[in-house]
């Protein structure tokens, strides 16, 4: 059985009682993204960190594919 709730701001997809997904609104993703990327350079050196800004810079947007 699948089934949505809204919790606060975010709602959830469950199957069975387990959270399979969570649906979140634009703004919230993008803010998860960016926080999700400043952590992941901050393991990276100083020239390691720049070719990754350069690889990113690259990449199409989600608007664009």
């Known amino acids: 059985m699948l089934f949505r709730r809204r919790v606060g701001g975010r709602t ?10 969570e649906l979140l609104n634009p703004d919230e993703a993008h803010w998860l ?8 350079q901050g393991f990276m050196d100083p020239k390691q960190k720049a070719a990754f800004e350069e690889f990113l810079a690259r990449q199409s947007s989600l608007d664009e594919q």
């Open 12 to 21: 959830a997809v469950a199957r069975n009682g387990v959270v399979v997904a």
């Open 33 to 40: 993204q960016e926080k999700a990327r400043n952590v992941r």
